[in-house]
């Protein structure tokens, strides 16, 4: 019988095969999450395919979140393309172009619950994994054949355990722990295995921070992550409206791969070095080193609680004259609830450069590419040459405290330090 989390809730989607690790089985979707930056490829094969209806319009979610408004007559075409596509096949929940970026606004409208499975055209789709379930990205082809069937074919992974003990020490968050992860098991470790979370402690780490764990759990080749249930999540999902959902728990004799304990208080502020997001070094070895542009956002740390961590950083400091500081709340939701508790008017008073959301800079889309030699620090996912401009350009991945502390004093720095 199946025992991991991601083995139960694979058996729980069955159509074809047998759920044992290593064999392919064809699973029922229970959601397709679409945006532009694969949507008209999707679209595309669809049409050549003679697709002419999809499986449950109701089950699919589309949006616009990577090039927000459209830098180029070039987006603006695949912008149309994606608003046809929606029309054509009559896709009831289309969040459009002034939701936010995907990764936060989907399961905060509600979309996910514990138990189901859910695929989008992501890499970072793993994010949901955050709210127990299984959640993991695939490419055009792929949400083509859910679009038409909604149901897809799955290798079963093997499962890696990992238990988060004790606590952090001040200003270390759920983002050092995810680069301390990455150092651990590096962009290749966990290739196409399931990783499994147990919170000793819930309260330790934020669901806001399980969400930026799961998001970078595919920076280390992961399948999908699933955390393990806990009143925690209850009471998130509660706060959004959310409930009959049924939580999806391990067996006592599940069978792993292997098995990592990790002390939350032996983690200090880590920052990632290019070219990689492994390449995972403490920002006290790294302080001083002159930064031209800061940007505090992304699917990875773009919610309320990582503004209020820079804003409480910044708080009697201004930026550095030096320093492009961009700031971009992942969501319209986050973005008026940092209007409200005046985190905006902090920002752009102290010479911050805030924008509406976004996925923006993160993968070099617009509002914050960087030009040859330039240096940034960034709260999103990926590093490597290129990923936000010009190839011999510096990324250097940290969460929101040591990017704000950054910004202030125009160098790398401990948060600590500010």
Not at 206 to 216: C, H, Q, V
Not at 382 to 406: K, V
């Given at each position: 019988?199946p025992?991991t989390?991601?083995?139960?809730?694979?058996?729980?989607?069955?159509?074809?095969?047998t759920?044992?690790?290593?064999e392919?089985?064809e699973?029922?979707?229970?959601?397709l999450?679409?945006?532009?930056?694969?949507g008209?490829?999707?679209a595309?094969?669809?049409?050549e395919?003679?697709?002419?209806?999809?499986?449950?319009?109701?089950?699919?979610?589309?949006v616009?979140?990577?090039w927000v408004?459209?830098?180029?007559?070039?987006?603006a075409i695949?912008?149309?393309?994606?608003r046809?596509?929606?029309?054509?096949?009559?896709l009831v929940?289309?969040?459009?172009?002034?939701a936010g970026v995907c990764?936060v606004?989907?399961?905060?409208?509600?979309?996910?619950?514990?138990?189901?499975?859910?695929?989008?055209?992501?890499?970072?789709?793993?994010?949901?994994g955050?709210?127990n379930?299984?959640?993991?990205?695939?490419?055009?082809t792929?949400?083509?054949?859910?679009?038409?069937?909604?149901?897809?074919?799955?290798?079963?992974?093997?499962t890696?355990?990992?238990?988060?003990?004790g606590?952090f020490?001040?200003?270390v968050?759920?983002?050092?722990?995810?680069?301390?992860?990455?150092?651990?098991?590096?962009?290749?470790?966990?290739?196409y295995?399931?990783?499994?979370?147990?919170?000793?402690?819930?309260?330790?780490?934020?669901?806001?921070?399980?969400?930026?764990?799961?998001?970078?759990?595919?920076?280390?080749g992961a399948?999908c992550v699933?955390?393990?249930?806990?009143?925690l999540?209850?009471a998130?999902?509660?706060?959004?409206?959310?409930?009959?959902?049924?939580?999806?728990?391990?067996?006592?004799?599940a069978?792993?791969?292997?098995?990592?304990?990790?002390g939350?208080?032996?983690?200090?502020?880590?920052?990632?070095?290019?070219?990689s997001?492994?390449?995972?070094?403490?920002?006290?070895?790294?302080?001083?080193?002159?930064?031209?542009?800061?940007?505090i956002?992304?699917c990875?740390?773009?919610?309320?609680?990582?503004?209020?961590?820079?804003?409480?950083i910044?708080?009697?400091?201004?930026?550095h004259?030096?320093?492009?500081?961009?700031?971009?709340?992942?969501?319209?939701?986050?973005?008026?609830?940092?209007?409200?508790?005046?985190?905006?008017?902090?920002?752009?008073?102290?010479?911050?450069?805030?924008?509406y959301?976004t996925c923006?800079?993160?993968?070099?889309?617009?509002m914050?590419?960087?030009g040859?030699?330039?240096?940034?620090?960034?709260?999103s996912?990926?590093n490597?040459?290129?990923?936000?401009g010009?190839?011999?350009?510096?990324?250097?991945?940290?969460?929101?405290?040591?990017?704000?502390?950054?910004?202030i004093?125009?160098?790398?720095?401990?948060p600590?330090?500010?």
């Amino acid at each position: 019988m199946p025992g991991t989390i991601v083995e139960k809730l694979l058996n729980n989607h069955l159509v074809q095969g047998t759920c044992e690790v290593g064999e392919i089985v064809e699973c029922k979707v229970d959601l397709l999450m679409l945006h532009e930056m694969l949507g008209d490829q999707i679209a595309r094969i669809a049409r050549e395919a003679g697709l002419t209806k999809v499986w449950d319009p109701a089950k699919i979610v589309t949006v616009l979140d990577h090039w927000v408004p459209a830098p180029t007559e070039k987006v603006a075409i695949i912008h149309q393309e994606y608003r046809r596509f929606v029309k054509d096949y009559g896709l009831v929940h289309d969040l459009g172009i002034n939701a936010g970026v995907c990764h936060v606004v989907v399961p905060d409208s509600g979309f996910i619950k514990p138990g189901m499975l859910v695929v989008g055209s992501d890499s970072h789709t793993t994010s949901y994994g955050a709210l127990n379930c299984i959640s993991t990205g695939i490419g055009a082809t792929d949400a083509t054949i859910i679009l038409a069937k909604g149901t897809n074919w799955f290798k079963v992974p093997s499962t890696i355990k990992i238990e988060l003990e004790g606590k952090f020490q001040q200003l270390v968050t759920a983002k050092d722990v995810a680069l301390h992860m990455l150092k651990m098991f590096g962009t290749d470790g966990m290739n196409y295995k399931s990783m499994e979370i147990l919170v000793q402690r819930p309260e330790s780490i934020s669901i806001s921070g399980r969400f930026t764990i799961a998001n970078l759990g595919v920076e280390m080749g992961a399948k999908c992550v699933a955390f393990e249930p806990d009143k925690l999540l209850d009471a998130w999902l509660a706060t959004i409206g959310i409930s009959g959902y049924k939580t999806v728990l391990p067996e006592k004799k599940a069978a792993y791969e292997r098995r990592e304990s990790i002390g939350l208080d032996t983690i200090e502020p880590l920052i990632a070095v290019p070219p990689s997001p492994s390449n995972v070094k403490p920002v006290s070895e790294i302080k001083n080193k002159d930064v031209d542009q800061v940007f505090i956002g992304s699917c990875t740390n773009g919610r309320l609680d990582d503004l209020q961590l820079a804003a409480s950083i910044l708080k009697g400091n201004k930026i550095h004259q030096r320093v492009r500081c961009i700031i971009i709340p992942a969501s319209r939701q986050v973005y008026e609830t940092a209007l409200k508790e005046g985190l905006i008017e902090q920002f752009v008073h102290a010479g911050a450069i805030v924008e509406y959301p976004t996925c923006g800079p993160c993968m070099g889309g617009h509002m914050g590419l960087l030009g040859p030699g330039e240096v940034c620090v960034s709260t999103s996912n990926r590093n490597f040459p290129g990923r936000m401009g010009a190839r011999d350009a510096e990324i250097y991945l940290a969460s929101p405290a040591t990017a704000m502390a950054s910004a202030i004093t125009g160098k790398i720095t401990d948060p600590r330090e500010v």
